[in-house]
């Protein structure tokens, strides 16, 4: 007599194959005709990767309810759920009434400009839910995750020194070519820079807090994939990843650290006067141009359009444009036809003036806003805040805890200048899901615990 499989241990390995896919195949996937394409050719492969993976394991997961094997019912499913996961699929049913409410529908269905329509955002959610559920954080997906890294950043600084490795760039042509004789700057296997700054300030956190928290000796080996990673943040100078970064990892400082409640207090209070400090002292001296001018001038409550690379432009027109349909926004993706006047600035480098359509906000929070209405958007946060949650109580005690939740405050902070994208966005859902999912067998375990304990006669 064949032995039944075990449906949860056979969706637990398919899932484990996902999570290397995605941070192994997609992640170094450069497109095959360059980055004038990469968006058409990743797209596909982003659907074929992330839809067969919820495919299969919502068909195994059935198959084991025809056999008698797995008696998760969709009422037995929703009771067991964690707050992050009911404020995704809150975010989840949102998002879909409207695409379905929106003026611009069935287009919303798909997206408009930047395929971010309710049918990319349900793959995000639904991956999400079901990776929270059979995913697990392991030592095997951390080094694919960080060789993974390696390869891109490796590919990043060989066209900063002016290569074309892969033919990514138009014949001729490098990066430092982009605005002039091909239109954006892109670097590594992700395309646009603004892109791969999302994923470093993702990825760079992860890294140190795991060389910080593991024990065991190849930890150190990860010392690589964070040096290469760090020289492109640097070298690339895009200031969403370097705020990401570097105003992360002081905010991660006091959570992440493996010392005790005392001094965990005294360290939150020194980042609040290093976080004061720095205020001041921008506050007090001009220190020349780029951010920190701008800071100044802000300060001084002299703010221009033109600042954070015309970001102040974005958010005040996008901003104006919010209490005509404040509940639930224009639908997924439908910014482009909000028709705001393209964003334009002379470059001295560049000897020209350059002119930005405007199709998305350049701020995740406020995108969600503005496209699926402030519903969503507290769904969302409340997703958010629930995580955070979770990370702040479990991550003295636990190092995986510590360094996913780490990635994600990275990623959050960039994502105030940054975009959504399905190049990028993936891999903020797995790497929030996985956290979520540790949370739950720690729960669960305590609760067997407890059970036990009450069968034998004992108090927890």
Excluded at 13 to 19: E, K, N, R
Excluded at 135 to 153: D, M, N
Excluded at 274 to 282: A, R
Aim: some cysteine; proline content about 3%; glycine content about 10%.
């Amino acid at each position: 007599m064949k032995q039944k499989r075990n449906i949860s241990h056979v969706t637990c390995a398919v899932t484990t194959g996902y999570l290397a896919a995605m941070g192994s195949l997609y992640l170094l996937f450069p497109g095959l005709r360059g980055y004038s394409s990469i968006t058409s050719e990743k797209f596909p492969l982003f659907w074929i990767l992330t839809g067969g993976y919820i495919l299969t394991a919502l068909l195994i997961q059935a198959e084991g309810a025809l056999i008698g094997e797995s008696g998760l019912s969709l009422r037995a499913y929703l009771a067991s759920t964690t707050w992050p996961e009911r404020f995704c699929l809150i975010y989840l049913l949102l998002t879909w009434v409207s695409a379905l409410a929106s003026p611009w529908f069935p287009e919303t269905i798909s997206g408009v400009s930047r395929q971010e329509g309710a049918l990319t955002i349900t793959l995000y959610c639904l991956s999400f839910l079901l990776v929270a559920r059979w995913g697990k954080a392991s030592r095997t997906l951390l080094l694919i995750w960080a060789a993974g890294l390696a390869l891109c950043c490796l590919l990043s600084l060989m066209q900063l020194a002016g290569a074309n490795p892969l033919g990514l760039y138009p014949a001729g042509c490098n990066y430092y070519d982009g605005g002039i004789r091909y239109g954006g700057f892109y670097l590594g296997s992700i395309g646009n820079v603004d892109l791969l700054a999302g994923l470093l300030a993702l990825g760079i956190p992860m890294l140190w807090v795991a060389v910080v928290r593991r024990k065991e000796r190849w930890r150190f080996w990860l010392l690589l994939p964070l040096a290469l990673c760090l020289a492109v943040l640097v070298w690339m100078d895009v200031l969403a990843g370097l705020v990401g970064v570097f105003g992360g990892a002081l905010l991660t400082l006091p959570v992440v650290l493996p010392v005790q409640k005392k001094r965990r207090k005294w360290l939150w209070l020194l980042v609040a006067a290093v976080f004061l400090l720095i205020l001041l002292l921008l506050f007090l001296v001009d220190l020349g141009g780029g951010l920190f001018h701008e800071i100044h001038l802000m300060l001084h409550g002299q703010a221009s359009d033109s600042f954070g690379s015309g970001r102040l432009y974005i958010w005040r027109n996008v901003l104006s444009r919010v209490p005509g349909h404040l509940l639930l926004g224009t639908g997924p993706d439908t910014m482009l036809y909000a028709e705001i006047d393209a964003f334009t600035r002379y470059d001295a480098a560049l000897g020209g003036t350059i002119v930005s359509q405007i199709d998305v906000a350049h701020n995740i929070y406020l995108n969600i806003l503005y496209h699926q209405g402030i519903l969503a958007l507290l769904a969302y946060l409340g997703m958010l805040a629930a995580a955070a949650w979770q990370w702040l109580r479990r991550s003295s005690t636990d190092g995986v805890t510590a360094l996913l939740g780490a990635g994600l405050l990275g990623y959050g902070i960039q994502g105030f200048f940054g975009i959504e994208m399905f190049l990028v966005s993936p891999f903020f859902w797995l790497t929030l899901a996985l956290l979520v999912g540790r949370s739950r067998r720690d729960t669960n375990i305590c609760k067997r615990i407890k059970r036990r304990e009450q069968k034998c006669g004992r108090n927890c």
